[in-house]
């Protein structure tokens, strides 16, 4: 009798798979970004002057640390819980606070050049996390057009009006702020501080330049580390959304994230973005290959976003994504990052 009743609770348990994959899998828009694409060189830059919104740099908070030494940064927040390297020339710094204080501050030749900040907690003056973007308008002075004059050479960042309408950019004297808006809420999710010379490097909007393009010098040694880097950033940023949302943090889960990675080889190997595998199926047929127990499942995948904040932030604005981001029976998380591929796995774990 206990062994019926066991077999029809896995038949139920896979009903319930089935269905999840069935009802959620048509809803995901396509998430591959643009960005990064190769700017286009002007012999002719029309003369127009540095974009200012009128606001300064703040004397306090994180975009007050743009600049400061690794020193100074130890002095005030000590020893991070691990560096991560990117391939944008400075390591990310991660201290991972607590679920209401998240951020990542970007370390090239002992100075910090750029910070992420997510959280309830984090001071991202003169911003806050959970502001209306509606009072951010009202306050700030968000264009177009962004024009920068640097080293000799001219650029100029072009928004689109999904650009403005989700992650303008705010100029704080010599330091540029990259809001991530929340469009399903209208409240300021994250932002990233960062000094102009890595702004140029990043090239988060499509872009026009005279002069000279202005490249990251040297990638990391080791690009498998990159992507291990990335892949716990998506976790952390991932739950401190979680909480922002009144949910449970997610556990990190080695076989599910084993199943997330070689869906990212994947997609890259043989350029088929996509949920189903031609040589590995459904998300389904992957995670029973990998003897990966579970009751119900969900996946995320994006391509080409710059790093880790930048693909969550993604993301949490695509509908469908952001239910297997937000939803509450998932219990653990498997990411797998490659060559800029990017794979969410997520599972209600089985338990015994």
């Known amino acids: ?145 962004v024009n920068i004059e640097y080293d000799n050479s001219s650029y100029r960042f072009e928004l689109s009006e999904e650009d403005l309408n989700t992650r303008p950019i705010i100029r704080l004297g010599d330091v540029f702020a990259l809001l991530y808006i929340d469009k399903f809420t209208g409240t300021l999710s994250s932002v990233r501080f960062v000094n102009t010379e890595t702004l140029l490097k990043l090239r988060p909007y499509e872009m026009v330049y005279r002069g000279e393009l202005l490249e990251a010098g040297t990638e990391a040694e080791d690009n498998d580390q990159v992507n291990r880097g990335k892949e716990l950033q998506i976790l952390d940023i991932t739950n ?47 995670l029973e290959a990998e003897e990966v127990t579970y009751l119900s499942a969900g996946e995320n995948i994006a391509a080409n976003y710059i790093d880790a904040p930048a693909v969550v932030e993604g993301w949490l604005n695509s509908k469908g994504h952001r239910e297997s981001l937000l939803n509450d029976k998932f219990t653990h998380l498997g990411v797998g990052v490659y060559e800029k591929h990017y794979t969410q796995n997520f599972i209600e774990k089985w338990q015994e």
């Open 1 to 145: 009798m206990r062994n019926l009743v066991r077999i029809l609770a896995l038949i139920a348990a896979f009903l319930l798979i089935w269905l999840y994959f069935d009802s959620t899998g048509e809803e995901q828009e396509i998430l591959i970004h643009e960005e990064n694409t190769e700017p286009e060189k002007k012999q002719a830059l029309e003369d127009s002057d540095e974009t200012n919104s009128g606001m300064e740099m703040p004397e306090t908070g994180l975009a007050a640390l743009i600049g400061k030494s690794q020193q100074e940064l130890i002095e005030l927040y000590g020893e991070p819980q691990r560096v991560d390297p990117s391939l944008y020339d400075y390591e990310w710094w991660i201290y991972a606070i607590n679920d209401h204080n998240y951020m990542q501050v970007g370390m090239e030749d002992e100075q910090a050049v750029t910070v992420f900040a997510t959280g309830s907690e984090t001071d991202v003056e003169p911003f806050k996390i959970g502001q209306a973007a509606s009072e951010l308008y009202a306050s700030v002075f968000a264009d177009t057009n």
């Open 240 to 286: 401190v959304i979680r909480v922002r949302h009144g949910m449970e943090p997610l556990e990190w889960d080695d076989q599910t994230a084993a199943v997330a990675l070689g869906h990212s080889i994947d997609m890259f190997e043989t350029e088929v973005f996509s949920h189903t595998s031609e040589r590995y199926g459904e998300l389904s047929d992957r």
